[in-house]
Each structure stands twice: as structure tokens, then as C-alpha cells.
């Protein structure tokens, strides 16, 4: 019984370890599968966000046992992977900042229309794009899971082997529930909202249920835009940190910067954690950068090598 229960506790820690790691990440999921799952009919989006959820599910059971025998027989890949993994979160950070600079707000606006101009035309089979959301869902979540399973082994890389396992079921498990959950809530907060508006009551409690309607409907868009701002930053936070972590010289640098920062009396310490904070965004945004230059040099090479 103690051995279980000494097990249980550490399960229990490096899960949490594992949470904070992995917040960043999280939110960039749960702000991509919101945006895509957006656009069906109002009847269509939870059995959608089903559909997402069971690729998710299946996706894990595709992913955690291949990082299993990863960390099990190639245990030095795990880095590799990880670094690999915030270079992606890096340079998708930067796609995002350079689509808001460089695209107008007025070509958004007119592909936004043509979208709903498709969608209205007869022609088009409603079921057939509901069916691609799904599957890009569900691409999109291959990918991000794959990085929250890295990051998670990399936090329990040095545990025993069982709890590895118990560590990354369980996490996965609960990611996938706490995520599409949110997501389904997320997706129904404007329907709530106009249920309310239209269900007519009498008294006070009419004008209080009005105004929480009109209140959700003002609050989804702002949700939704602040979740992907959020999930922007933390891609840049964790990919950095990541990447700082994993090269030694930019490890040893903001540990240094950190320890500097950190012997001011009074604010020492909370100067310190947001100087950690500002240099891995630093060092995300330069390595995402950095990236997007590299990726884009080789397919313009490629192209004048093939023509």
C-alpha cells in the first residue's frame, strides 16, 4: 500500500508539472478547435465537436504508445522531439502575427464573405464541408497533441517506465475531455445567449435573464478573440522556453538573467520570473522568425531547382 501510494503521489506531481508545461499549447488547441468547429449549423456544432473529440481519442491512442517506445529504446530523442516541437509552436506563432500585419482587414472581411457566399449557394453539399472541418479538426489536433505528449514525456522522461505510462494515459485522457468539453461550451455560449433573449418571462427576473442573453452575446466573440491571442503568446512562451531549455547556451543565459534580476530586494523575485518570461518570448519569436526565413528560402530554392 505504501508503494501505491507513493506512486499515486508522484503520478499525482509530475501531472501537475505536466499541466503548467503544457498550458500554453492547451489553449492554442482549444482556441484552434473552437475556430474550426465554428461556421456549421447551430444543430450541427456538438455532434461536430463529438466527431473532433473521437479523432482526438484516437489520435492519442496512436501517439502515446509510440512515445512510449521512444522514451523506452531511443530515450536521447525525446530532446530532439522537443525542440523539434517548440520550432513548429515558434513559427506558427509567427504565421499568426504576420497574417494580422500583412492581411487587411478588409481582405479578411472579403474572403469571410465569399465563404458565406459558397456556403449559401444550393450547389455545394453542406455535408461534404462538414465533413472536411472534421478532418482538418482533427489533422490540426494530431499535431498539437503530439507536441503536449512530448512535453509531457519530456517531464517524466527520467521516471520509471510505469509511471510514464500512468502519467501519460491519464493526462491524455483528461486533456481530451477538459479541452472539447470547453470547446462545446464555447460554441453554445451565443445559442445560450439567444435562448434567453427569446424566452419571454414576467417580473424582474425577465429584464435580469435579458440582460445575461445580451451579455453572452457581446461575450463570445470577445472570448474567442482572447483566447487566440492568448494561445498566440503561449506559443511563443512555450515553444521558447522549450528551445532555450533543450540549447544549452540560451539555458545557462536566462538562468543567468533570471539570477541577476533576482537579488533586487522586495521585487527580486517576481522581476526575475517575468525576465524568464520575456526571454523565452524573445527567443520564441527569433527561433519562429528564423524558421519561417529557413522554410521559405528552401521552397524558393526547390522552385528554381525544378523549373
Known sequence: MDDIATVLDDVAILSKVAAKKTAGVLGDDLALNAEQVSGVKADRELPVVWAVAKG???NKLILVPSALVISFFAPWMVMYLLIIGGLYLCFEGVEKLLHKFIVSKQEDEQAHAEKLKALADPSINLADIEKDKIKGAIRTD?????????????????????????????MSIIFTIGVYGFVALIVKIDDLGLYLLRKSVSGSFDKLQRFTGRALLRFAPILMKTLAVVGTA??????????AHGVP??????EHSVDVVSVFPTVGTIAGSLTGIALNGVIGIAAGLLTLVTLTTA????????N
Do not use: D, N, Y
Open 56 to 58: 482526438s481519442f484516437l
Open 249 to 254: 547556451f540560451l539555458h545557462h543565459f536566462v
Open 234 to 243: 503561449a506559443m511563443f512562451l512555450v515553444g521558447g522556453g522549450i528551445i
Open 299 to 306: 521552397r524558393k530554392i526547390k522552385g528554381a531547382l525544378v
Open 142 to 170: 494530431f499535431v498539437l497533441s503530439a507536441e503536449i505528449i512530448v512535453i509531457i514525456l519530456g517531464t517524466v522522461a527520467a521516471e520509471p517506465f510505469t509511471t510514464q505510462i500512468t502519467v501519460l494515459s491519464l
